[in-house]
């Protein structure tokens, strides 16, 4: 096969790996083909907020500018509210580098990161859909099929790039992933999204997190008007004119009073989006030829905000585990990358791990709606967030992205449900203690059937 290869790797997809990773190799003197199908500003209801873990990855990597001029609003932590009277104020930690995250409208972010991308030595854009992964006779990637559009209403033009290396970052719905990877997609529920203008949210500043029945409520402000709410629905999704009744008669009351007004405008005049809330475990990158990251590779619910977190650290690794120091070429190197690769694989565990399991495991507690021992769960959790001190600033930084500590993690989530099990041993009249003290244990046991299956899954993957 005679092949004209120009680039060092081809990147397909300019979201949030996508953009990073190129401008991070093309700076490394990588020849960078960056391919998107739409370079046009994206308008999702994803990837809007950016804990201060993501934002210490991009000051790494030296793009944390993409973050100005984009009417980004500051975020110095969360505030949960388990009903409209009792909330928990938890702060971002002060003592790790970053201590404030950032909310935005995710097109306006994308448009910066694709600035970096363009501006960036070595690096070549082209709007185009990559169609295929071109193989050769044993497997190996070689470079890609791509469709591309010359002008609106002409035929497209089918052509194959080559490059030793291609990087897979086509995002949630990945049309590669299947042949990269043997892990499968699970959905647990949608979030719904829509923009509440001048909402007055109680905590300025604050992500907010509802403890509505029968699942969550996320709300943050975007911009100088604009506040963006994700209503978790489980289960199947009401169609139409179903949903807005839900909306309006199930979640609206369950709001912080000052929402409200802002909250039955915008269901009247705003339109409602929605997207999967999905769960990837991550795979090895074994085949020749190709990398896979980002969401096409690894995913978690979206409650804790941590998809991007994950995605910059994904890239801070990539670019560190590829050097030049250690990969001169990628031409004739694919054992050296395969290599890296393992160990790369082994590095981003350290955070994408934390956020992972942290992610699945409060939405399991959040969601408690009405199983009476989660709930116990539930209110153990916020209970312990109500202890102040390290029981809220650690599980806080390990939502945040700082403190890559899988074992951090864990031993606070089984303190969570050892201060669950104690205040219901100890609550209620004495007769009640040996019905307690069962109860307690089966606490314990649902923390262990809520969390260690997760765990395993990362631990195995
Ligand atoms: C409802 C929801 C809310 C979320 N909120 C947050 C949040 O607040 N904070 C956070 O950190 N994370 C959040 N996330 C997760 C976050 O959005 C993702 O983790 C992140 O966007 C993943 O980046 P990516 O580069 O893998 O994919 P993307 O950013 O989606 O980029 C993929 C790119 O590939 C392009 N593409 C796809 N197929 C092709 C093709 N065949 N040819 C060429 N181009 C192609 C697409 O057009 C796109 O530009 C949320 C997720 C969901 C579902």
């Not at 559009?149 to 719905?173: M, Q, R, W």
């Amino acid at each position: 096969m005679s092949q004209d290869i120009e680039y060092d790797i081809i990147v397909v997809g300019a979201g949030v790996v996508g953009c990073t990773a190129a401008a991070a190799l093309g700076r490394d003197g990588r020849k960078v083909l960056l391919i998107e199908r739409d370079w046009s500003e994206p308008d999702r209801i994803v990837g809007e907020l950016l804990q201060p873990g993501g934002v210490k990855a991009l000051k790494e990597l030296g793009l944390d500018w993409t973050l100005d001029g984009i009417d980004g609003i500051i975020h110095d932590g969360y505030v949960v509210y388990q009903n409209p009277e009792d909330h928990v104020l938890l702060k971002y930690p002060t003592d790790r580098g970053v201590s404030q995250g950032i909310a935005f409208h995710h097109g306006k972010f994308i448009m910066n990161l694709r600035k970096a991308a363009r501006q960036a030595p070595n690096v070549t854009t082209l709007e185009a859909t990559v169609t295929a992964l071109a193989t050769d006779e044993t497997d190996k990637v070689v470079g890609v099929s791509v469709s591309t559009k010359t002008e609106p209403g002409a035929e497209p033009v089918l052509s194959t790039i080559y490059a030793p290396l291609t990087l897979v970052v086509d995002g949630c719905f990945s049309k590669f992933r299947k042949d990269l990877s043997p892990n499968k997609v699970t959905i647990s529920s949608h979030f719904v999204g829509m923009v509440l203008k001048n909402c007055n949210l109680p905590y300025k500043h604050h992500g907010h997190v509802i403890l509505c029945k029968p699942s969550p409520v996320l709300l943050y402000q975007i911009g100088t008007d604009d506040t963006r709410i994700l209503m978790d629905v489980p289960g199947k999704m009401p169609t139409g004119g179903e949903l807005k009744t839900y909306l309006k008669d199930t979640i609206g009351p369950q709001l912080p009073k000052s929402v409200q007004p802002s909250f039955y405008e915008a269901i009247e005049s705003e339109r409602l989006r929605s997207m999967p809330n999905q769960w990837l475990p991550s795979a090895m990158n074994k085949q020749e030829g190709v990398i896979l990251l980002g969401d096409a590779n690894n995913m978690r619910h979206p409650l804790t905000g941590g998809g991007m977190t994950v995605a910059f650290w994904d890239v801070v690794h990539l670019r560190d585990h590829l050097h030049p120091k250690i990969i001169p070429t990628f031409q004739n190197s694919n054992t050296l990358v395969r290599s890296q690769m393992v160990k790369l694989h082994r590095k981003r565990k350290e955070l994408s791990s934390v956020i992972n399991v942290l992610a699945q495991a409060l939405y399991s507690l959040f969601s408690a709606n009405d199983q009476p021992l989660m709930m116990e769960l539930q209110k153990g959790c916020f209970g312990y967030f109500q202890l102040g001190g390290r029981c809220a600033s650690t599980p806080v930084g390990l939502l945040a992205g700082l403190r890559p500590e899988p074992l951090t993690l864990f031993n606070h989530f089984f303190l969570v449900a050892l201060y669950a099990s104690y205040t219901m041993t100890t609550s209620g009249p004495i007769y009640m203690v040996p019905y307690n003290i069962v109860k307690s244990i089966l606490v314990l046991w649902t923390a262990c059937v809520v969390i260690l299956p997760v765990i395993w899954t990362e631990i195995r993957a």
